[in-house]
């Protein structure tokens, strides 16, 4: 199994991150899956109304409980170069999914601008655009121009975009599978050669209730918000918050890089059930039967080696039994019972993620494989009557795997498009100890409050999780695969211990001559070595929501403040701080609705500096009195 053929073929997982229910990233979910949390919450009011909703005809709801990432209007708009006006009208999908995805990079250890004009791809799996229906269902007065920057393709293309990747850049539908096979086509661009990096990721924020309406009206949502994955008493899914990425690279490239494998993809299938089914939303056994035969020929793997896979595992009463079924005739033959296929599902502790529940699931099994584990799947209750359980078994407790272990990820759309990815354990990298040399740990931030606050996470981090990690790996990490921002700090030690007490005293000549000058070989100093975890960006979000902009007194204030992206002073120019001609025509729209005047177009745009504009405002607002 690791001849140079399957080396070629397999794709490694180097970064993840996330932002789902009680979970802000791959560490918070391991924590949360581990001891066994139930992250569904009620829905929060300013979602919707969803105890009034609660009735069980069309337009109702069968439940009110679900899965909810908090701070879904947080964003950090100055990182991005945004305005606060941008950002406010941005489907929050967007900006989570740019957050996430740098988080992602940063655990992969790629440095962005390195990717700059690459041919890197961008897989995104979303199936929902409720930011822009919402907006489109207040009238045609709400369909301007600023909304086409919310249409689902913008998902993908704005990754590309802000990253400058010149490779594909897809959104994938097939419903509840759709970032599962986001993978699938992302692996089969790495293998082809067509892509030497892959950003894949799942988004699904349900902002309205039309979809739950009718799944409810379908007998699909469970009553109480639980899915009981495999238990005689499910009664459906409740809807989940989700935003994940994974950053993918063929594998014998990423241990040539010395990059930080967190799990192997060693093969995948896609397939549709075609007419095996009597209906198109009806799910078919042939139909998963034949992906998971074609997903562990594509891996050259035997299904009964698998030890763990994460199931689609909704909590249907129609589609568990068919996947449960399917996993016991592929995988569950010709296993020892003291060693049972274990099958899971993360829905059970988060809600149904729906577009991006596949890559939840994967990143979930990346964590057992990683951990050497598998946490409980909750509410599983009393095992279904219709379904065999010889070679099956569904962990109640956390359970151990072997170090060498091989999971299985499925996914099912209600298109009737079902995937399936392989995973392996991935190889332990060497590790060097440290041998008494003191070396520079490298910090930097956009802004000085950023670059504070990632002072104090890399303390926190070498105090604990780092303490694994030889002084040296850290340290290389932090300046060889790391972005350098203008606000620097250096610390030097031989130990951890030194490193926290360097971080907390502050820079000395010593130290002052690693910050900035590009001409250090900082590659030659550290010679080569594997990318470690760090902690990531600090954020320095703010709330950005429509209809919750202050009003302010000060008019040229108030509209630079939503419109400029960057610092300025009396001087600057506007076409320099982002104000261009269509933020002068939402300037002139808003200033005429807060003076109650007819605004001279020609006047505002031959306005040039901020100085300008202050003096015309204010003279337009003394009229106005």
Known sequence: MTTSGVHERSVAVVGMSCRLPGANSPDQLWELLRRGVDATSETPA??????????????????????????????????????????????????????????????????????????????????????????????????TATQLGNVRSLLSARLSHFF??????????????????????????????????????????????????????????????????????????????AVAVVVLKPLETALADGDRVRAVIAGSAVGNDGRSSDSVLNPSLDGQLDVLRWAYRDARVEPSAVDFVEAHGSGSPLLDPLELTALGEVMGTSRSPRQPLLVGSV???????????????????????????????????????????TGLSIPRALTDIPAR??????????????????????????????????????????????????????????????TAFPVRDLCRSAALRRTRFEHQAVAIGATHRELVQSLTTGSTPELDRFLGAESVDRGGLFGPGPNVPLPT?????????????????????WLLGKHARTGFDEDSALADIGIDSLAKLQLLVELQQRTGHEVDPEQLAALRTVGQLHAWARELMEVSR
């Open 46 to 143: 300013q979602r919707y109304d969803a105890p009034a909703l609660r009735a069980t005809g069309p337009g109702g709801l069968a439940g009110s409980r679900a899965g909810y990432v908090d701070g879904i209007a947080d964003f950090d708009a100055d990182f991005f170069a945004m305005s606060t006006a941008e950002a406010t009208a941005l489907d929050p999908q967007q900006r989570l999914l740019l957050m996430c995805a740098w988080e992602a990079f940063e655990d992969s250890g790629l440095v962005p601008a390195r990717l700059r004009g690459s041919r890197t791809g961008v897989f995104v799996g979303n199936s929902r655009a409720d930011f822009l229906e919402t907006a489109l269902q207040r009238g045609l007065s709400s369909a």
């Open 164 to 241: 400058d990747l010149r490779g594909p850049s897809v959104v994938v539908d097939t419903a509840c599978s759709s970032a599962l096979t986001a993978v699938h086509q992302a692996v089969q661009s790495l293998r082809s050669g067509e892509i030497p990096v892959a950003v894949v990721a799942g988004v699904n924020l349900p902002l309205r209730p039309d979809e739950a309406a009718m799944m409810s009206h379908a007998g699909a949502m469970s009553a109480d918000g639980r899915s009981r994955f495999g238990s005689a008493e499910a009664d459906g899914h409740a809807p989940a918050d």
């Open 347 to 389: 829905k059970s502790n988060l809600g149904h993620a729906e577009a991006a529940g596949g890559l939840v699931g994967l990143i979930k099994a990346a964590l057992c494989l990683e951990h050497r584990q598998v946490p409980p799947s909750l509410h599983a209750g009393l095992p279904r009557t219709d379904v065999d359980w």
């Open 405 to 466: 272990a091989i999971a299985g990820v499925s996914a099912q759309g209600s298109s009737a498009l079902n995937a399936h990815v392989v995973l392996r354990s991935a190889e332990p990298a060497p590790r060097t100890p440290d041998d008494g040399t003191r070396w520079p740990l490298v910090l930097s931030a956009r802004t000085p409050e950023a670059l504070a606050e990632l002072t104090r996470a890399y303390a926190e981090h070498l105090a604990g999780p780092g």
């Open 537 to 557: 960006y600090p954020w320095q979000a703010r709330r950005c929501w429509p209809g919750e902009e202050p009003a302010g007194d000060d008019p040229a204030e």
